[in-house]
């Protein structure tokens, strides 16, 4: 089914929207039916060819009837790109209304004509028999109509944009290209079928018929937008739909917003859940871009921000089927996801946003670094500019297993694979890998070690040399005690 739409206001005003609705009107508010179509208006047959057929993406049925009447005249717009021209913001999580629409179609050189047309529900017959003419009229003057419709006679029926082609006078039928169906080009109904959809009924004395007319005014203007890197606002309206469609079974309100290259969601306050959008997860995004990464993720991944530990562990489980393993919070390639108890702080969603993006510029990064530079930035802030780590709580477990002699030579941890790296003594591998990399950026080294590691990763794809030539360390051994002495000097808080 496509996407519902429910009007903004009521008749006799011009409608604003053409929206979404998820239960039809009250019964009061609907006038007793009128016998639409008995009155015959004599029309000649006419038919639009060689209009392509585009599929809508989900709510995007008006964009892609804009698409489809572009692709006639030689303008490939996508759908995608009139969504842009839409101005809409993605987070809200829709396609256009019809006020929206009808600024995208000026937008790429149409004219739509007056688009709300008042339909007297005592004169109905005749009111929209006279539209049915004047859209007809323009059909053969080569000028294709989108119109706003019920989709269908059901009581919980949406809104919909269809774009119309054609009329048969043998059969009596609109012809017109359906959006929401594959091969849906070309399709029919009866007159007294289309004109009985057609008027939104929102007010017992009047109706409103939708109508944008799309006659070529300055197609010039219908060029496509230079691409730019990244995620367009479609791909983000697009996710965001997805994700209200996920809230909908987990309890509790939540709020979404875009934040590139993710969507953040969360179930607390409005104003926190900003708060870690914009001062955790955009900060995070543009100090470790600055510094280290050039790409963003392949995907738009989703932030979730839960409120507290119940709302974490139960939402976890209803989402993903996972109980989580940490009281903080991860990160999951497999569904694209990291998943917060914000109540613990942001330090680990920036580890954690560290992840995807060492996923997306250096797909063979050892764990080592991959942890080492996430773990860094649990304990963060700024200076001059740039992202700066602090000494954080790991540094008491390492000072212990300093003493204890149990850190792995530097060979040895640079070396691991996940499976050594994860089990047995796994918080020293952390805390030794993070204080290795602290090392590096009181030296200002840090930077430059990351870039020259990716640069030479095909021949030491452990790191280890290139740690060595940075250092300029000959006896690895003898540094490592020297960089043991540094820790133990170190103090947290």
Request: glycine fraction near 8%; charge should be neutral; hydrophobic fraction near 40%.
């Amino acid at each position: 089914m496509p996407s519902a739409r429910l009007l903004a206001v009521l008749a006799p005003l011009l409608l604003l929207a053409c929206s979404r609705s998820s239960s039809p009107p009250p019964p009061e508010q609907v006038a007793s039916p009128a016998p639409l179509g008995l009155a015959r208006v004599d029309l000649a047959s006419v038919l639009l060819e060689g209009i392509p057929h585009v599929r809508q993406k989900p709510d995007f049925c008006g964009e892609a009837c804009v698409a489809m009447a572009l692709a006639r005249l030689g303008r490939p717009l996508d759908q995608d790109e009139i969504f842009a021209r839409t101005g809409l913001d993605p987070a809200l999580g829709r396609g256009a209304y019809t006020a929206e629409l009808k600024r995208a179609v000026e937008a790429v050189g149409f004219d739509p004509g007056p688009v709300w047309y008042r339909i007297d529900v005592v004169k109905a017959d005749e009111a929209l028999g006279a539209e049915l003419a004047a859209l007809h009229a323009d059909l053969q003057k080569g000028i294709p109509s989108i119109v706003c419709m019920h989709y269908d006679e059901s009581p919980t029926t949406t809104e919909h944009f269809r774009l119309v082609v054609g009329y048969d006078a043998s059969r009596d039928e609109i012809i017109y290209h359906e959006p929401a169906k594959d091969a849906g080009g070309y399709l029919r109904m009866s007159r007294a079928r289309f004109l009985s959809l057609w008027p939104l009924k929102s007010s017992k004395d009047a109706w409103t018929a939708i109508r944008l007319r799309l006659a070529p005014r300055d197609l010039e203007l219908a060029k496509a937008t230079p691409s730019k890197p990244g995620f367009s606002p479609a791909d983000y309206a697009q996710k965001v739909m997805e994700v209200k469609a996920k809230t909908a079974r987990l309890r509790g309100d939540f709020t979404v917003l875009v934040e590139p290259p993710f969507v953040v969601v969360g179930d607390g306050p409005e104003a926190r859940v900003r708060k870690g959008a914009e001062g955790t997860v955009r900060w995070a995004t543009e100090k470790l871009k600055k510094d280290y990464f050039a790409k963003d993720p392949s995907r738009i991944l989703v932030v979730w921000l839960f409120k507290d530990r119940p709302s974490y562990e139960r939402n976890a489980i209803t989402l993903f089927g996972e109980r989580p393993t940490t009281p903080y919070g991860y990160y999951t390639s497999k569904h694209g996801a990291l998943v917060m108890n914000i109540a613990t702080g942001g330090g680990t969603l920036v580890h954690e946003i560290v992840h995807p993006f060492v996923e997306a510029n250096f797909s063979d990064c050892p764990p080592w670094f991959n942890e080492g530079l996430g773990s860094l930035y649990e304990q963060s802030g700024e200076e001059d500019g740039r992202i700066h780590g602090y000494t954080n709580w790991r540094l008491r477990g390492l000072q212990s297993a300093i003493a204890e002699n149990r850190v792995p030579s530097f060979r040895a941890l640079t070396g691991m694979n996940d499976e050594a790296f994860y089990e047995g003594d796994y918080g020293v591998h952390y805390a030794a890998s993070r204080y290795l990399l602290y090392y590096l950026q009181e030296k200002g080294l840090l930077v430059r070690y990351y870039h020259e590691f990716h640069a030479n990763r095909e021949k030491d794809p452990t790191g280890y040399d290139t740690l060595r030539r940075v250092l300029g360390e000959e006896d690895m051994a003898a540094f490592k005690k020297r960089w043991e002495t540094y820790v133990l000097g170190l103090s947290f808080p």
